[in-house]
């Protein structure tokens, strides 16, 4: 409770009128002690001490001391010091800022801030922290996933809040067929426009000058058109071309026709810019959320994308490390440890520790589709990379788990148009929703029947995690994979989601559609600020009003309202009632008999007559005569 009270929470939109207000309080502030010094000079007849009042330091300072222990003297030096005091009130006030000013949020769409967006935003954000880090890691992907989108002046944050639109999805175009690499899909138009993951994940090829040489893993059907597996165990020597392999690349099929002549393309990340081109191969442990875009003439499509790999390394000479497999594949199955007693996992690790009991490689998963919208896939991997046919360097286990789902889908008002022409099948390749090359020569001298522009793929936004997880090039299983990391990300990944989904969006589809919360500093007061310049106030009117009704005017005029009441210039008669002169003369000095006098046209200023003034005890009397002379006279 107090301190909401010393906080600042109150705004006044510029530290000018803090500083003005300050200012006014601190005047109030002199004000008021010298009227209640007034008031208690009245209260004392010190009516010399209140004439002091109005004089300089040093005046003061003399009057102080050729009165010795006084009460005047006393009042005069009080007086003195708290005047002193109370001019450095509005310093007081600043020092209690606390902190000085408020930030005013508000929502507002990305589209009103359009023009302070970076011409070319950070479509990917890489994050790596260590595993003491995970206190902070809320404020470190935040900031994160903040940066590098809007101009550096701008304060703003991500909601995670977006309007991702309906995707539609349609039914699937050929029938499922895994000879011919037709699995799950999302399928998308009715000539076969499709996404799926990686296909040929179980096949690998090695040629070199001396042989050239295949392998492919057969994937056999669990549930007719949802969902395959393979299960295989292969020479070491095709080890190596798995693991340079970057794991979770969509697979486009852009329709029946080309499909089948295996002109499908992937979702590449970018080795200019992209982490995860070589965080998603070899033996790391880390994650990729990527939202991206595929584009077939007017309709455009949007998938996010979720990857994590778990790596760990093993001496191969060594027995087969069962219990730090078994606890990376329980660890990875469930976050409910009440489900890490399943038989499924035990039978998972029984299939890797059989599958390379014969000094082979083996690898084992399934793909399956979940409704109509998602696609997962599973990977096991045990591989036993060789230097030469024989001669295995080291043991890299790796666990993959892919998540593709559509999240929107919509008509553009034009189809989209290549970046430049070609006469091979292609497309364009784009990233945070600007195109940057075409795949135009990538198919070589492949057949060129028919060949024509397919359309765009645009990895609009990508988030790649390395650290947090773990780190993949360890036998130790507990740090391989981090549990306390995993379970923060899990716990996240909404919330990450619908990050990567801003800015995204935000890039390649529509600004208006996502909500930012802006922050603008703005000065401000606490509440204790504000009542500390409101009581100066009050008291200085209390003072003044209080002099003005119930004391004696001479002690709330000045020392010129009095001298011009009390000397009986031009015959006033306001000596009992000084207060301000509406019609002032001209005050000026005359010589007579070698001596100075203040006069007026109507006259000198002449005291009152010495009987009256012999009534009055003084403590220092001292008179001197004054003659006639000639008034002088207003030009």
Known sequence: ??????????????????????????????????????????????????????????????????????????????????????????TLLWGLDSPGYVSLK???????????????????????????????????????????????HLNFSL?????????????????????????????LDN???????????????????????????????????????????????HAGQFARTPL??????WDDVTDQSYLSEYMRPNREDNPWSFLGSGGDTAMMKQ???VTKGRRRHTFLENVMKVSAVYDHNQPFPRDSVHDLVKRT?????????????????????????????????????????????????????????SVVIFSLFRISLINITIIRSETLPEPVKPLEGCEHYYHNRATGGKVYSTSCYEQGSSNKTGARFFGQIDSSSVLVIGGTLGDGSTNVSSVALNQKGFQWVANNTEKLDNLVLSRGYIMAIDPGLVTLETSRVQAAMSPLQVLLVILPIIFCATIWVWLWLRVDPHYSNSLLANLYATTNVGDTNTSADPGYIQTMPDVGLVKKDGKVQMATSTGVFIHNHSETVGNVVMEHRQTDPRGFYTPIQNP
């Open 1 to 90: 409770m107090v301190s909401n009270f010393v906080a600042t929470t109150l705004a006044v939109g510029h530290n000018a009128v803090k500083s003005i207000l300050f200012r006014i309080a601190g005047l109030c502030l002199q004000v008021g002690v010298f009227k209640f010094f007034a008031l208690i000079a009245s209260v004392k007849n010190a009516f010399t001490a209140y004439l002091m009042f109005t004089e300089d330091y040093i005046q003061r300072t003399l009057f102080v001391f050729s009165r010795g222990f006084t009460h005047q003297a006393v009042i005069v030096f009080s007086f003195t010091i708290l005047l002193l005091t109370s001019g450095l009130y509005d």
């Open 106 to 152: 508000r929502n507002v769409t990305a589209s009103t801030l359009k023009d302070q967006l970076l011409r070319r935003p950070g479509y990917v954000v890489f994050s790596s922290t260590k595993p003491e880090d995970f206190d902070t890691l809320d404020r470190h992907f935040a900031d994160s996933m903040n940066g590098n989108l809007f101009q550096s």
């Open 248 to 253: 979770g690349q969509p697979e486009i099929h």
């Open 333 to 389: 199955w469930s976050l409910d440890t009440s489900q890490w007693d399943d038989p499924y996992i035990t039978k998972i690790t029984e299939k890797i520790r059989h599958g390379v009991s014969n000094n082979t490689s083996f690898q084992f998963g399934s793909v399956q589709k979940s409704g109509n919208n998602t696609v997962l896939q599973f990977h096991y991997e045990y591989l036993n990379l060789v230097a030469t046919e």
């Open 159 to 187: 909601t995670g809040s977006v309007d991702l639109g309906k995707p539609e999805p349609v039914p699937p175009t050929q029938k499922f067929n895994l000879q011919k690499n037709i699995g799950p899909r999302i399928w």
């Open 191 to 237: 000539e076969g426009f499709s996404v799926s993951p990686d296909t040929y994940v179980t096949t690998s090829s090695i040629s070199n000058l001396e042989r050239k040489e295949y392998y492919i893993c057969p994937w056999v059907p669990i549930t007719e058109g949802e969902s395959a597996s393979w299960e295989c165990s292969f020479d070491n020597i």
């Open 291 to 293: 939202m991206f875009t």
